[in-house]
T-cell receptor, first 109, second 114 residues
Framework: KNEVEQSPQNLTAQEGEFITINCSYSVGISALHWLQQHPGGGIVSLFMLSSGKKKHGRLIATINIQEKHSSLHITASHPRDSAVYICAVTFQGAQKLVFGQGTRLTINP | DAGVIQSPRHEVTEMGQEVTLRCKPISGHNSLFWYRQTMMRGLELLIYFNNNVPIDDSGMPEDRFSAKMPNASFSTLKIQPSEPRDSAVYFC????????????FGSGTQLSVL
């Protein structure tokens, strides 16, 4: 079965802390997405990657194809980073995205 | 560009009524997706179109749901008749072309069926 698992489900941290959110998937993929959903409900695509690492500002996304695992890191976290972070993958041979259940991140000042 | 535009933002209706959700993708994007988000099931793909043609509608719950894309700049998702269990946030998203590109989401339609 094609599955996507995220951990942790909930994460609370203090401002300034380094944050790591993990995503594991069951079989080979052609692409992996990290999405951000703010309390207002809007969804923003942060990264799309199929190998290696990508960086945008304080956000870094990595993927290990052999281990079927991706991580999203946030450096110098800030309360405005509080959101739900969702991992989604396109499995090989398929077209559609399969979503993880999301990680709810809360950064306290 | 204004991004992906969805309407209405909120819809409250009574069970049995017809509901129509609308989406305008980003100009030039070839693929359009309809997703549903609930607390219990998270985000789920309902249907997606490529160049206005439905490619995969296996996520459409049942015959009460239908989606159309009459042209490259407009799509509708219709529920008839609506039921309370259809209450969810419905998102439309588009992307330029292949599966190796980012998705751009609309703001969603919050649907409540009483």
């Amino acid at each position: 079965k094609n599955e996507v698992e995220q951990s942790p489900q909930n994460l609370t941290a203090q401002e300034g802390e380094f944050i790591t959110i993990n995503c594991s998937y069951s079989v080979g993929i052609s692409a992996l997405h990290w999405l951000q959903q703010h309390p207002g409900g809007g969804i923003v695509s942060l990264f799309m990657l199929s190998s290696g690492k990508k960086k945008h500002g304080r956000l870094i996304a990595t993927i290990n194809i052999q281990e079927k695992h991706s991580s999203l890191h946030i450096t110098a976290s800030h309360p405005r980073d509080s959101a739900v972070y969702i991992c989604a993958v396109t499995f090989q041979g398929a077209q559609k995205l399969v979503f993880g259940q999301g990680t709810r991140l809360t950064i306290n000042p | 560009d204004a991004g992906v535009i969805q309407s209405p933002r909120h819809e409250v209706t009574e069970m049995g009524q017809e509901v129509t959700l609308r989406c305008k993708p980003i100009s030039g994007h070839n693929s359009l997706f309809w997703y549903r988000q609930t607390m219990m099931r998270g985000l789920e793909l309902l249907i997606y179109f490529n160049n206005n043609v439905p490619i995969d509608d296996s996520g459409m719950p049942e015959d009460r749901f239908s989606a159309k894309m009459p042209n490259a700049s407009f799509s509708t998702l219709k529920i008839q008749p609506s039921e309370p269990r259809d209450s969810a946030v419905y998102f439309c998203a588009s992307r330029p072309g292949t599966r190796y590109e980012k998705l751009f989401f609309g703001s969603g339609t919050q649907l409540s069926v009483l």
